[in-house]
C-alpha cells in the first residue's frame, strides 16, 4: 500500500513543477518579443532622413476674451469713460470765465469749442479732455455753473480690445523682420522685389495698428465731456414811432387813394353785373311808357 501512495504524491509534484515553470516562462518571451519590436523601431527612425524646414511667418496665439477678461484684475482694465452734458446758465460770459479757471485747477484742456448766437439763445459749445481720476470732480464742478437739463455718462470697457490690438502690433513687426532677415539672404531680383513688396504692405499694417493703439491709448488716458451750455436772451419790441400832423395828412391821402383806386378796380371787375342792371332798369322803362300809352 505505501508504494502506490508514494508513487501517487512523486506524480503530482511533478506535474505542478512542470506548470510553473510554463507559467514563468511565458512573461521572458513576452519581453524578449517587446524588446525586438522597439529596436526594429528605433532603428527604423535612426534610418529615417531629416525633414526640411521652410520659413512660416510667426503666428500669434490670443486668449479666448472671456478668459482674458476674467484673469484682469479691475485695477489693471482699460476703461474709456464719455459724458454728454447740457444746462442752462444766467451769464454765458461770466460761465466761460468760470469754465478756464475750472479746466485749469483740475489739469484739463479743450480740444474743441464753438460759440453761436441767435435771436433767442446764445449758446457755447466746447469738448473737454480730461485725465480719468479728476473725471467725476470736473462733472460735479460743472453743476455749480448753472441749471443742468441732461446729464449722459458711458463707460467702455476696451481691455480686450487693446490687447489684441497690442498682440497684433508685435506679431507684425516680428514678421517684418523675419522679412527683413530674408531679403538680407535673397541673391536674385525677383525674390528681392518679392520681399520688398510684402514688407511695403506689413509697414502698412503695422502705421494702421499703430495709430489704432495710439488712438485707445488717448481715449483711455484722458476721458470725455462734451458740454453745451447756453443763455436765453430776450427780445425788446421796438417802441411805436410818434407821426406828425403833417406825416398823417400824408398817409390819409395815400389811404384815400388807395380806396379810390380799389374801388374803380372793384367796377371794372364787376362789369358784366353792371350790363344786366343796365338792361334791366332800360327794360323796366320802355314797360311803363307802353302802358301809359295804353287807353284807360
Known amino acids: 500500500m505505501r508504494i502506490p501512495i508514494l508513487l501517487w504524491l512523486s506524480l503530482t509534484v511533478g506535474l505542478l513543477s512542470c506548470g510553473n515553470s510554463q507559467r514563468m516562462e511565458a512573461p521572458m518571451a513576452e519581453v524578449a518579443s517587446d524588446a525586438e519590436v522597439s529596436g526594429e523601431m528605433s532603428a527604423e527612425e535612426e534610418a ?146 518679392e520681399i520688398e513688396e510684402k514688407v511695403g504692405e506689413i509697414r502698412e499694417e503695422i502705421e494702421s495698428t499703430q495709430s489704432r493703439l495710439r488712438t485707445l491709448n488717448d481715449e483711455v488716458s484722458y476721458s470725455t465731456i462734451t458740454l453745451t451750455y447756453y443763455q436765453e436772451l430776450s427780445q425788446r419790441r421796438p417802441d411805436a414811432p410818434m407821426l406828425s400832423f403833417g406825416s398823417r395828412l400824408l398817409e390819409s391821402f395815400y389811404s384815400g387813394w388807395e380806396v379810390l383806386t380799389n374801388l374803380m378796380l372793384g367796377l371794372v371787375a364787376a362789369w358784366p353785373l353792371l350790363l344786366l342792371l343796365t338792361a334791366g332798369i332800360l327794360a323796366l322803362q320802355t314797360w311803363r311808357r307802353r302802358r301809359a300809352r295804353q287807353p284807360k
Open 48 to 193: 529615417a532622413p531629416a525633414a526640411t524646414i521652410k520659413f512660416t511667418p510667426p503666428v500669434v496665439n490670443a486668449a479666448p476674451a472671456d478668459e482674458s477678461n476674467s484673469a484682469i484684475p479691475a485695477a489693471n482694465r482699460k476703461l474709456v469713460y464719455q459724458a454728454t452734458v447740457r444746462m442752462k446758465v444766467a451769464d454765458l460770459a461770466r460761465a466761460n470765465q468760470r469754465m478756464d479757471s475750472l479746466t485749469r485747477a483740475l489739469g484739463a484742456f479743450v480740444e474743441g469749442a464753438s460759440e453761436e448766437r441767435e435771436d433767442t439763445e446764445w449758446r457755447h459749445e466746447m469738448k473737454i479732455r480730461v485725465a480719468p481720476a479728476r473725471f467725476p470732480a470736473l462733472l460735479s464742478g460743472l453743476g455749480r455753473l448753472g441749471i443742468v437739463e441732461s446729464k449722459q455718462l458711458s463707460t467702455d470697457d476696451v481691455t480686450t480690445q487693446h490687447a489684441d490690438v497690442t498682440a497684433r502690433l508685435a506679431s507684425k513687426r516680428a514678421l517684418e523682420q523675419r522679412y527683413l532677415e530674408l531679403l538680407k539672404k535673397a541673391n536674385k531680383v525677383s525674390d528681392m522685389l
